[in-house]
């Protein structure tokens, strides 16, 4: 599910939007009024007939069918005046309606059967684009635009297979992971060499789960620990650091790229620790993109990190060297 926090935050966005359409409803009504003060007679009368003809018809139950045929008869004679003071005034006669931004929801965001509105749905997806801080990314990194031709025919070192099937395979399984997100027990380790696609594949899978109601947070190495390291030393408040912070816990998908690039110190490996024992304890996926290998990452953080590793995430490794860099591909076309 969407965090709570934009939930509310898209709820709220609806009330302003009903409010507004109310007070222009009533600027319409006083504008209407003015012109033609007798419309204003009319909706009281209207009004004023329909009590009347309730009361008696609880004093008189017998009398009831005659009660409301009589009211019928004066409340269209109302009606019809209504009508010719509107056209004598040329006052639309829909002045006293409320208006809507979507129609299909009544701007409430649910549709009658109780079902989130395509509104709701646009509104969720675009909070959660934001939300993620992968914003521009999202438009060229999705799976549509992962091309398998960028990688070579080469045959890996197994005999079996080439990069190219090696990487069909691995977007594959990505694609697995967003269709059985609920059901999935473990997140994914993406490492290997620069250039190989694991922001990429990370931006697709992020893509696809916020296009389906999941939040995503993306965020990088250096930024999230340099974040963290200036909270705790008083360098920026708490209050400027939390939506980052928080986050991180909070979100239904967490993505940490470039791991290994920080600042590494015992508070930040702390706090990476943390991340991952308390989102695997409440059950949230993470992918960790690093251009380390498991061994490598043994040595920077310890044996203890490496066995959360196995246990949490698997291990994707994205093969290649330098000719494989597709960025580079992409940029020489």
């Known amino acids: ?160 297979t080439s990069v190219r099937e090696y990487m069909g395979n691995v977007r594959d399984m990505c694609r697995r992971f967003c269709d059985n997100f609920d059901s999935e027990t473990r997140g994914f380790l993406f490492y290997g060499n620069s250039g190989l696609g694991k922001t990429f594949l990370s931006s697709c899978i992020a893509k696809e789960l916020m296009d389906r109601g999941r939040s995503v947070v993306y965020a990088k190495a250096t930024r999230l620990f340099s974040v963290y390291e200036d909270m705790r030393f008083g360098r920026i408040s708490p209050s400027d650091a939390r939506p980052l912070t928080d986050s991180v816990y909070e979100a239904d998908l967490l993505i940490i790229d470039d791991l290994g690039t920080e600042s590494i110190t015992k508070n930040t490996t702390a706090f990476l620790f943390d991340i991952i024992n308390e989102r695997a304890m409440n059950s949230r996926k993470m992918i960790i993109s690093t251009n380390h290998s498991p061994e490598e990452l043994t040595g920077i953080y310890s044996y203890r990190f490496t066995s959360r590793v196995y246990e949490y995430f698997y291990p994707i490794h994205f093969i290649g060297d330098s000719s494989e860099d597709i960025r580079v591909k992409q940029i020489k076309g």
């Open 1 to 160: 599910m969407a965090s709570s926090e934009i939930l509310t935050r898209i709820q709220n966005e609806y009330e302003v939007v009903r409010t507004k359409h109310a007070q222009e409803r009533d600027e319409r009504i006083r504008r209407a009024y003015e012109k033609a003060p007798r419309l204003e007679e009319l909706k009281r009368l209207m009004n004023l007939t329909g009590a009347k003809a309730s009361l008696a018809a609880l004093k008189e139950p017998e009398k009831a069918e005659r009660i409301s045929a009589e009211l019928k008869r004066r409340i269209r004679l109302l009606e019809e005046e209504r009508q010719r003071v509107m056209r004598q005034n040329n006052i639309d006669p829909d002045f006293d309606k409320l208006t809507y931004d979507c129609p299909l929801c009544s701007d409430t965001g649910y549709t009658p059967d109780s079902k989130r509105c395509s509104c709701f749905r646009r509104k969720l997806v675009e909070a959660l684009y934001s939300y993620s801080n992968l914003g521009g990314l999202l438009k060229r990194q999705n799976f549509d635009n992962f091309d398998l031709n960028m990688y070579s025919d080469t045959i890996k070192p197994d005999g079996k």
